[in-house]
């Protein structure tokens, strides 16, 4: 067992809890939009979007500290790779295990968003159709009423006669 692999191991496990209360939070977030209305709710939708953006660069920023300490685990151990695997041999194994956890939490999450993110997706597809259809309607419509007026056309009432 190499403490220096260990402590970067345990670094790695607090950099994975952030990022699993941060996929916690976007997926309250994602629960939160897929319950508002795009058309009468825009501010919140907003709120909402902009709040889980944060969380996403927050998240993007701590896998750059993970993979800033995987790369040194990897020089240290000679792996071209990072995976919990390959350190198992080097870490006790309550850390593995706190890993394999922490990991598959993170799956887990990150696969219940996507999964609401697909719903959402489908259903403001179905939105933005229906908005273009009537909006079809609307032009046909108004289409149909321009015509009815271009058809009457009055006589001119003053003839120059004298030509």
Known sequence: MNIDINKQCLDISEKMSINLTHFTSILELSQQLESKSLDTEVELFNELL???????????????????????????????NFNLDSIQS???????????????????????????????????????????????????????????????KPEARFIDKQR
Not at 107 to 122: C, S
Request: without cysteine.
């Open 50 to 80: 902009e709040r889980r953006q944060g969380l996403i660069n927050e998240i993007d920023q701590v896998n750059q500290e993970l993979k800033l300490l995987q790369s040194s685990i990897n020089q240290k151990i000679g792996l071209e």
């Open 90 to 152: 080097y870490i006790p194994e309550n850390l593995f295990e706190q890993l394999n956890i922490q990991y598959n939490r993170i799956n887990d999450v990150i696969q219940q968003i996507q999964d609401l993110d697909k719903e959402y997706t489908k259903k403001t597809e179905m939105e933005r159709e229906a908005a273009k259809l009537k909006l079809l309607r609307f032009k046909s419509t108004l289409r149909q009423g321009q015509s009815y007026q271009n058809a009457y």
